[in-house]
């Protein structure tokens, strides 16, 4: 009896991972669907324009208010900790690199899946639950072509846009906090921040993180509305997995750009 | 009388369930052809076989000189080009207006000036009455308008076949009769071909030439409307006359009723 539960146990784990890299494999092949039939959204750039202003810039508020606040904690917790060594005038640089480097990023990633990749994906959804995907096959209109690659491009361009505005807050926010309210030296703050950012190692690098960031969590929210169930209850799942699958991408692939970033690439 | 589509010894189904069983029907040019059957007979799935959005298992379909058995993407949206489709609650594009659902397959398949896509847009309107609301949202309109305007967009490019899948579903009288004639007056203007999907007895005996009658995936009768009217086969005759009991029992087949509730036999 306990050797036929285990088994059952195993097998279990067995099925659901077959399933995750199943799920994983059709994302990537959408992913090739997607770019295969993006020539549309580029010869009608207006389509992809359009999405960045749904998925980007309606993004804005919540990405800068909480670009702010998260700076204004690094500050906080950044003074606290350096003054015991005696080295407080640092607080900007640990506010910049970390932001930068990794809170920019993720954080702004991990927001932009909750409030753009979720409503990418019940739009396409329910758009699917609707006939109107079916609607614009029956005109001999590609839906991935006109529907699924210009919101998928919008995401792209968006996410590094939203991750530097976000990084650029956080700045001001640890700034505020740490010149403004407990008087760090205003020039030590920037000079050192200035003297120990690298363009290319950490800003560069950022950036890349979150174009990256910006495919995974587009593919993911495009692929889940596409295949959703055409019910109500469908649509929610979908979105449900889109905010789960694109926060655990995210985070997976920061700890892999990261090992590499560190290491040089090499 | 040359035929535009011709389904031969077509068998289809879901998985192992057969849903249509030898199918032989045949639509002329310049027809209105009424297919109905109750709810689930299996009658949008042949018209789904029509449109391409299904393939057959076995038997072939053939549409304008195509046989969608094997037929290539290509291929199919060429023939699209050639179809329009009147969804069941008319699946308009709900993030574009009225004036630019009507628009749409004319910017997308054709190099028109705008100005002329105006012209054409409102004249297609015009001829569902419904000129005056081309600025409005689809969200805007009512059940029977947005119908209306589907089928000005389904008829925006002219098409040789016209289908419709429950086009009186969900309609009040006044505009189930509008929608009736807009049906076969479009079908007479335009020299097009149409297939109506429909469980509407009274409203579709009205308009269409000649009628097919699915049951249970095969079809059972099949007339003019008047030989349909006069039909001596109880199943017709209980459909057409609305007649409670007959045939389709009112009682779904169940285990007896004792059972169901608990009792003991006497």
């Keep these: 009896m306990p050797l036929e539960r285990t088994l059952r146990g195993v097998r279990l784990i067995g099925d659901r991972t077959l399933r995750i890299v ?34 980007g810039v309606q993004s804005l ?54 409030r753009a ?23 001999a209109v590609s839906p991935i072509a006109r529907v699924v690659a210009p919101r998928f491009w919008g995401g792209v361009f968006s996410m590094p846009l939203l991750a530097m505005l976000f990084s650029a807050m956080g700045i ?28 290319r190692h950490d800003i560069v690098n950022g950036i890349i993180k979150s174009v990256v960031f910006g495919v995974a ?27 789960v699958s694109s926060s655990l991408a995210i985070l997976a692939l920061d700890l892999v750009m990261t090992a590499f970033m560190l290491k040089g690439w090499n | 009388m040359t035929n535009l589509v011709e389904i031969s010894d077509l068998n289809f189904g879901y998985n192992d369930r057969l849903v249509l069983k030898g199918i032989n029907l045949t639509v002329p040019k310049g027809s209105l052809v009424a297919i109905m059957g109750l709810s689930g007979c299996g009658k949008t ?39 329009g489709m009147l969804f069941q609650f008319g699946a308009l594009f709900t993030d574009l207006s009225v004036y630019d659902n009507v628009a749409f397959q ?16 409102l004249m297609k309107l015009n001829a569902v009455g419904l000129r005056g609301v081309h600025s409005l949202m689809p969200s805007e309109l009512s059940g029977g308008m947005a119908r209306r ?81 006069a039909s001596a086969t109880p199943f017709v005759h209980q459909f057409v006359w609305g007649e409670v009991d007959g045939p389709l029992p009112f009682h779904y087949p169940a285990q007896a009723m004792q059972n169901d509730l608990g009792l003991r036999g006497g």
Excluded: C
Excluded at chain 1, 217 to 243: C, K, Q
């Design chain 1, 22 to 55: 199943e799920r994983v494999g059709a994302t990537v092949a959408f992913l090739g669907l997607i770019l295969a039939q993006s020539g549309p959204s580029f010869r009608r750039f207006g389509l992809v324009i359009r999405e960045i202003f749904y998925a």
């Design chain 1, 61 to 114: 508020i919540i990405i800068l208010v909480s670009g702010l606040f998260v700076g204004m904690v690094l500050g906080l917790q950044g003074h606290e900790t350096l003054q015991n060594y005696g080295s407080e005038q640092s607080v900007g640089v640990l506010v910049a690199l970390s932001l930068v480097r990794e809170l920019g990023p993720v954080v702004s990633a991990l927001l932009f899946a909750s």
């Design chain 1, 117 to 139: 990749g979720s409503a990418i994906t019940a739009e396409i959804g329910l758009m699917k639950a609707t006939e109107q995907l079916s609607a614009m096959e029956m005109m």
């Design chain 1, 172 to 199: 001001i926010g640890g700034f505020l906090v740490a010149v403004v309210i407990i008087g760090v030296d205003d020039g030590a703050f920037w000079s050192q921040m200035q003297a120990a950012v690298d363009f």
């Design chain 1, 217 to 243: 969590v587009s593919a993911i929210a495009t692929f889940e509305g596409y295949e959703a169930p055409p019910t109500a209850e469908g649509v929610s799942g979908a979105t449900t997995r889109t905010v």
């Design chain 2, 45 to 83: 799935t042949l018209l789904r076989l029509i449109g391409g959005q299904l393939r057959a298992r076995e038997g072939s379909v053939e549409v304008a000189g195509y046989r969608l058995n094997h037929i290539s993407q290509h291929d199919l949206y060429v023939l699209r080009r050639r179809l």
């Design chain 2, 106 to 121: 004319m910017r997308e398949h054709t190099d028109l000036p705008e100005s002329l896509i105006r012209d054409l847009t």
């Design chain 2, 149 to 229: 305007v589907a089928l000005a967009r389904a008829t925006a490019l002219d098409p040789e076949l016209i289908l419709y899948d429950e086009p009186f579903a969900g309609l009040d009288p006044i505009s189930l009769g509008v929608i009736g004639q807009l049906i076969r007056r479009l079908n007479d203007a335009l020299g097009a071909t149409s297939v109506l999907v429909t469980h509407d007895v009274q409203e579709s005996l009205k308009i269409v030439d000649y009628v097919y009658f699915v049951s249970e995936g095969v079809i059972v009768a099949q007339g003019t409307p008047d030989e349909i009217r």
